[in-house]
């Protein structure tokens, strides 16, 4: 059961890229659950046909486009076939990313940029395409999914690390040149989050499970709880925070010695 009233965001229209799978579609069905209108962007047709109609199946309204963030002209197109459809749009979740676990030296050129192309430019170009389509003249919310990586070193994530602390400071950049024309700009950056294919990958690479005991709280987070912190900043509740990179990660990050006390 939520503890946000169901319809804190109707009459709203939400874009999530990624939407279509993992945290992504969680996003989507939690904001859709609360009174939004929601369009998914993905690159896999099969995808976004999917978990659409698992959405519609719940009530949601739901729309998708296929559409590769890397890509400005099928961006502007997936919003353009939104605001045709909706009429307006008042929230931008940037979750398109993409992951693999590798270390430094094995990372191709090709794999680095294209991590750094669908994460950091990916979220550029969506943000800059809804500003002027829509959000110059009506104001309106944007957030970023980043990661915790950005203030230590951490083995087989240099490129995502390297594309999240971009996405970090991009979000701050916004919420100062975009506060005036009425948008607010922040960031979530998961810890985590169990049961993603990121975690597996992860899990995989390195040999050993995610272990929830190694945080504060002693235990992994959900798709959930990354959605729930999501409809929390761009709900009304959240009107004076801007700028703000949020950690959902059980205090992970701010657990330097990993000592557990008795």
Known sequence: ????????????????????????????????????????????????????????????????AVCDVREPEQVEAAIAALLERHGRLDIVVNNAAGNFPALIEDISYNGFRTVVAIDLLGTYNVSKAAFHAWMREHGGNVVNISAPFQHHGVALQAHVAA?????????????????????????????????????????????????????????????????????????????YITGAVIPVDAGASVDMLKIRPE
């Open 163 to 239: 594309a999240k602390t971009g996405v970090d400071s991009l979000t701050r950049s916004c919420a100062v040149e975009w506060g005036r024309h009425g948008i607010r700009v922040n960031a979530v950056a998961p810890g985590a989050i169990g049961e993603t294919e990121g975690m597996r990958r992860f899990s995989g690479a390195t040999g050993r499970d995610a272990d929830g005991a190694r945080n504060p709280l002693g235990r992994l987070g959900s798709a959930g709880d990354i959605a729930s912190c999501t409809l929390f900043l761009v709900s009304d509740a959240a009107g």
């Open 1 to 64: 059961m939520s503890v946000f009233r169901p319809d804190i965001l109707e009459g709203r229209v939400a874009l999530i890229t990624g939407g279509a799978t993992g945290i992504g579609k969680e996003i989507a069905r939690t904001l859709g659950r609360h009174g939004a209108r929601v369009a998914i962007a993905s690159r896999k047709l099969a995808n976004l046909e999917a978990a659409t109609a698992e959405l519609a199946a719940e009530g949601i309204d739901c729309m998708h």
